[in-house]
């Protein structure tokens, strides 16, 4: 059975960066689209950003933009998430997922992913 773990998270201070991977258990990332999401308590699943398999486009939430980039290395079988600036509102449980393949990745729709990581906490301190 496919699975997805992340893992780099933590807590770090505002402003500060932090980098969270995610693995997939077979290598997926060059014929899957992939996403993350993120979690806060008492809080609905928030779409962060996703990328297409050719890794040609990616979708970012709008309270990320500019500050959060996705990344890929195929051959190492990772799919990163790098997030710089952080604020408090970034804390959250953050997910890695598997798109549904010919999905519109921008609508950033839980429903449009089929496979989910466990995810990993990441706490910003003020």
């Known amino acids: 059975q496919d699975q997805l773990t992340e893992s780099g998270g933590g807590t770090v201070q505002v402003g500060g960066s932090l980098r969270l991977s995610c693995t997939p258990s077979?290598?997926?990332?060059?014929?899957?689209?992939m996403g993350w999401f993120r979690q806060a308590p008492g809080k609905e699943r928030e779409f962060v950003g996703a990328?297409?398999?050719?890794?040609?486009?990616?979708y970012y939430g709008d309270s990320v933009k500019g500050r959060f980039t996705i990344l890929r290395d195929i051959a190492a079988n990772t799919f990163d998430l790098q997030m710089n600036n952080l604020k408090p509102d970034d804390t959250a449980k953050y997910f890695c997922?598997?798109?549904?393949?010919?999905?519109?990745?921008?609508?950033?729709?839980?429903?449009?992913?089929?496979?989910w990581g466990q995810g990993t906490q990441v706490t910003v301190s003020s």
């Open positions: 077979r290598r997926i990332l060059g014929s899957d689209p």
């Open positions: 990328m297409s398999v050719s890794g040609h486009a990616t």
């Open positions: 997922a598997r798109a549904i393949p010919g999905r519109r990745l921008g609508f950033g729709r839980q429903a449009d992913y089929d496979l």
